[in-house]
């Protein structure tokens, strides 16, 4: 059970760190959403809660709640920056589908 960011990804996560001193990480999980099942979060986050698990990844604490950690276990987060958008990807081995907008997944479990 790991998360990992790649070098894009933890580039852009240190600037956002760099800009609000008061986090510690990034938060990432799941809420219930969408025609799929589940979408993902993704925030600053300035605390850990006893039942976090935290994983560090390029210099960047990860920061997953219990409940999201078996959905998103293994996922690495990348980020995409062409000359029309920017934003996470997301290649989690967990998803077994997504809805055709791409907005929220169902996984395997």
Do not use: W
Request: charged share 20%; proline share 2%.
């Amino acid at each position: 059970m790991v998360i990992t960011l790649t070098d894009a990804a933890a580039e852009q996560v240190q600037s956002y760190l760099d800009k609000d001193q008061s986090s510690i990480g990034l938060r990432f999980g799941v809420r219930s959403s969408g025609c799929s099942g589940y979408a993902y979060i993704v925030e600053l986050t300035d605390s850990v809660d006893t039942k976090d698990q935290v994983f560090e990844t390029r210099g960047i604490k990860v920061v997953v709640d219990q409940d999201s950690l078996p959905l998103v276990s293994g996922t690495e987060i990348d980020y995409i920056h062409d000359h029309l958008s920017e934003a996470f990807v997301f290649h989690n081995p967990n998803v077994a589908a997504s809805c055709g907008c791409g907005e929220s997944f169902t996984t395997k479990h």
